[in-house]
């Protein structure tokens, strides 16, 4: 497989994924101001916080207003990490590799993206309507995932695009968790009340992991929420699962598995943080501090798409051997070269 191809795949996923936990974010906040007090102000910039963004924002706005966070996060296209933003990149993405996706992948992001560009901002001067409107981002990229999962064959694309997808998700899913920090660093006295559970049932919520939580735990406490999302190594949102999805197809990729040893440095990498997640508890994390963890893990995280960017990404021209004058020399292929994963 040619490495831009490899790479289009894989960030066409990461791409998607993004949209819906974008999608996502605001639902936290939505979720959570549903539960707050009447003399409990909503707080916005947590989400910019969370994910990054604020140095971004403030460049263009001076306060963290519901209708500006949401503007930047879905519509800005000075935003690279909005909404619109990522699914134009993930049609792109695609566009440049429909030979190698199915006919059902480019038709449901076409048409994805067809309907973002036709939606107005306008609109969304109705609170109910702008929540049907996250509400069908979300579907819309589950429709997409299901997409993929049903029309791909089981091969390289197919796990470069697993692992784009994961890797992307474990992310997103430590800056949920950071969102509810962030909301409560504006409030110390909050901690451990009960405004700081109904916080907790929100990002629960907004990860639709509230029904599979109580399925596994008879009481909503801080530490087994916490344990449920970056732990559970069931559940297809917490970290731990995200990140040994991506491992089998990183090993998958190179035709090996975990348990025959690292072959490759980004092999090296992600099994290192796999490893770290199976031999911590949730003791450890709240020892170390949740906030620390997760921004522990997004670093290691971040390595990990490094490595896979140097080893499958940094394309280099195939070296073509000749025979010259009784010796052999090495020469490229010509003036079109072929990059291929290494």
């Known amino acids: 497989m040619l490495s831009r191809v490899a790479n289009s795949i894989y960030w066409m996923n990461r791409y998607m994924e993004r949209v819906e936990n974008y999608a996502r974010f605001v639902g936290v906040n939505f979720n959570m101001a549903l539960d707050l007090p009447p003399d409990v102000d ?19 706005y001076e306060k963290a207003t519901r209708e500006d966070v949401i503007y930047f996060m879905t519509f800005d296209k000075r935003n690279p990490n909005s909404i619109v933003s990522c699914l134009y990149e993930a049609r792109e993405n695609a566009r440049t590799i429909r030979e190698t996706i199915s006919k059902e992948m480019w038709e449901s992001i076409n048409s994805f993206y067809l309907m973002l560009r036709e939606t107005s901002p306008d609109n969304f001067r109705n609170l109910d309507l702008m929540q049907e409107f996250f509400a069908e981002i979300k579907r819309r990229c589950q429709l997409f995932h299901g997409v993929v999962d049903s029309t791909i064959t089981r091969n390289e694309a197919w796990h470069f695009g ?79 699962y995200c990140v040994r999805q991506a491992e089998l197809s990183l090993f998958a990729i190179a035709g090996s598995t975990p348990e025959r040893g690292f072959t490759n440095a980004a092999e090296k990498e992600i099994s290192k943080l796999r490893t770290e997640i199976d031999f911590t508890d949730i003791e450890d994390i709240f020892k170390t501090g949740l906030h620390h963890y997760l921004d522990h893990f997004q670093q290691l995280n971040n390595e990990v798409d490094n490595a896979i960017f140097n080893m499958y990404f940094d394309a280099k021209p195939i070296q073509m051997q000749t025979q010259g004058r009784g010796q052999q020399q090495s020469q490229s292929s010509g003036q079109f070269q072929a990059y291929r994963l290494n």
């Open 162 to 240: 697993r692992l784009g997808r994961h890797i992307e998700r474990a992310d997103k899913s430590s800056r949920f968790l950071d969102v509810k920090y962030f909301t409560l660093l504006q409030d110390n006295g909050s901690v451990g009340s009960t405004l700081d559970l109904m916080m907790w049932t929100a990002v629960l919520k907004s990860v639709s992991a509230y029904n599979m939580y109580r399925q596994t735990h008879a009481a909503l406490t801080p530490m087994n929420i916490v344990a449920f999302l970056i732990l559970d190594k069931l559940f297809p949102r917490s970290i731990a």
């Open 42 to 60: 909503e707080q916005w910039e947590p989400l910019l916080t969370a994910t990054a963004d604020n140095f971004l924002f403030y460049e263009f």
